[in-house]
């Protein structure tokens, strides 16, 4: 499954020194809680992403623990201050320990 799930962030291309971007995710996954079942009536397991971690140049600038109430094909966005050009690393985890991860660029103009 994970080789299937391709992650989809948005971050801007460039930026001032100092200035608070937006970064934009998401993930294409069924987020199942465990209580569906499928045509022939089994149960389907849970498996939702329970965990998301987002780097800039190898520091952790954001991370959440995610519980059941998150729907399927999770989308988040949050803000970063980004003080110098880098590379932005972004990882998903699901509880049957897949991951799923993308990366984005940014420069710092003037």
């Known amino acids: 499954m994970a080789d299937a799930i ?25 987020m199942e809680n465990g209580n569906r079942k499928d045509k022939d009536g089994t149960p389907i397991p849970r498996n939702i992403i329970n965990k998301f971690t987002c780097t800039f140049n190898g520091k952790e600038v954001f991370k959440s623990d995610w519980y059941t109430s998150v729907s399927a094909n999770p989308f988040l966005s949050f803000f970063v201050k980004v003080t110098e050009a880098g590379k932005f690393d972004f ?20």
């Open 91 to 110: 990882e998903w985890v699901d509880e049957s320990g897949a991951k799923f991860t993308d990366s984005a660029a940014i420069t710092i103009e003037g």
């Open 6 to 30: 391709k992650p989809r962030v948005r971050v801007p291309a460039t930026a001032k020194k100092g200035d608070i971007i937006e970064i934009k995710t998401t993930v294409p996954h069924p």
